[in-house]
């Protein structure tokens, strides 16, 4: 089977019957789809359609370590802050709801701030910073995840890929949202090229013995395994700052676990000592800043603007026809695949495939199936 795409609205009807036929309430199934399909949008391609079966549906379905229904419970409700426990629910609820408790919050307060745990993969992290800049706000969002960065000078993976990531209103056609983890890469792009067969470029990996590692699919075993880790952002040693990116990585991992008493490092595992599999319990944080409370939110979007594009505007190196700022080429992708859609590869068609049988969605046909 070649690549295919489908339509985004199609693909992501599909998702949420998918959701649904695994015991997602409706409500519920329309957020997570939404969540992954707004991946799909911005060519985020690692986050989209590609997780829902290893991701979700095997997790709810086959390991039996998240559930369906989500129950969040607000624990602490103190003024600006909140700490939820989401009782191993889908994460992408849990975290849209926390976010928005942040945001009510930041109307009345100028701040809001809410932290969860008990959580499980919310998806793309730049999603819920947008929600809050969509009501002129600034958003802040960070999650710890299943050990694999190294820390400097270290082979062990111990803290997860913990993106930090910040959304801010413009006046522009796009938000400014730095979506990326705080590894060089991170599980849901080797993924992606293990689906692709493709190797993966040295130095984003590396073994036991500080050597790295690029066989995709190798790796992805190896980071189960213990006897692999990614390299936080400025790569191993000192010499390019790869102590920066172990050290913010380590900060979300404070925020996402210190601040709600949740799981950390080696407990994100999802394997108990027996070696049997068990919910994951990520903690995640939001912020809203509400713009109003400090300036006109018209001043602040022209602004921002204007930053971002005397950064474009700004000389480039040699051989360069274009400089871009965050956001900027997930709005192009948008652009691009709007009239296409979904790219599916054969891996991708197979477990679409798979996932419709079983849930008996059979009204769904799709082009790249075979004829006979």
């Known amino acids: 089977m070649d690549t295919c795409t489908i339509a985004f609205d199609r693909m992501e009807a599909f998702m949420v019957d998918v959701f649904e036929g695994i015991g997602v309430p409706e409500a519920d199934a329309r957020i997570c789809a939404d969540v992954l399909i707004t991946a799909d949008k911005r060519g985020i391609d690692?986050?989209?359609?590609?997780?829902?079966?290893?991701?979700y549906y095997d997790r709810i379905v086959h390991d039996r370590i998240q559930n369906p229904v989500t129950r969040i419970e607000v624990v602490r409700d103190h003024m600006a802050t909140a700490v939820v426990d989401g009782h191993d629910g889908m994460g992408m609820v849990i975290a849209s709801r926390c976010m928005q408790m942040a945001i009510e919050k930041a109307r009345q307060y100028g701040l809001g701030m809410v932290v969860a745990r008990n959580s499980t993969?919310?998806?793309?992290?730049?999603?819920?910073?947008?929600?809050?800049?969509?009501?002129?706000?600034?958003?802040?969002?960070?999650?710890?995840?299943?050990?694999?960065?190294?820390?400097?000078?270290?082979?062990?993976?111990?803290?997860?890929?913990?993106?930090?990531?910040?959304?801010?209103?413009?006046?522009?056609?796009?938000?400014?949202?730095?979506?990326?983890?705080?590894?060089?890469?991170?599980?849901?792009?080797?993924?992606?090229?293990?689906?692709?067969?493709?190797?993966?470029?040295?130095?984003?990996?590396?073994?036991q013995d500080g050597k790295p590692m690029t066989d995709s699919q190798a790796v992805l075993t190896a980071l189960v395994d213990g006897t692999a880790a990614l390299c936080p952002v400025g790569g191993i040693g000192e010499e390019l700052g790869g102590y920066k990116g172990y050290g913010y990585a380590t900060v979300v991992e404070i925020l996402s676990a210190a601040l709600q008493q949740g799981a950390f490092l080696k407990q994100l595992l999802g394997i108990d000592e027996s070696g049997t599999?068990?919910?994951?319990?990520?903690?995640?944080?939001?912020?809203?800043?509400?713009?109003?409370?400090?300036?006109?939110?018209?001043?602040?979007?022209?602004?921002?603007?204007?930053?971002?594009?005397?950064?474009?505007?700004?000389?480039?190196?040699?051989?360069q026809e274009r400089i871009y700022t965050a956001g900027e080429k997930e709005h192009l992708a948008w652009q691009e695949r709007r009239g296409t859609g979904v790219p599916l590869n054969a891996v991708l068609q197979a477990q679409i495939l798979e996932m419709r049988d079983a849930l008996g969605l059979q009204r769904y046909r799709f082009p790249f199936e075979s004829r006979s």
């Open 46 to 55: 690692s986050h989209g359609i590609g997780r829902l079966k290893p991701i």
């Open 121 to 207: 993969h919310y998806g793309i992290a730049g999603y819920y910073p947008m929600l809050a800049c969509r009501e002129n706000m600034i958003g802040l969002t960070g999650t710890n995840a299943r050990p694999s960065i190294a820390p400097t000078f270290g082979v062990e993976n111990m803290l997860g890929t913990n993106p930090l990531v910040f959304g801010m209103p413009t006046d522009e056609d796009f938000i400014f949202t730095n979506d990326y983890a705080t590894s060089i890469s991170q599980r849901g792009k080797i993924e992606q090229y293990a689906r692709e067969g493709k190797a993966l470029p040295p130095g984003w990996v590396i073994d």
């Open 277 to 319: 599999k068990v919910p994951y319990r990520l903690g995640h944080f939001f912020m809203a800043i509400d713009i109003a409370a400090f300036t006109d939110v018209d001043a602040f979007r022209k602004t921002t603007g204007d930053i971002l594009r005397q950064l474009r505007e700004s000389r480039k190196a040699p051989g």
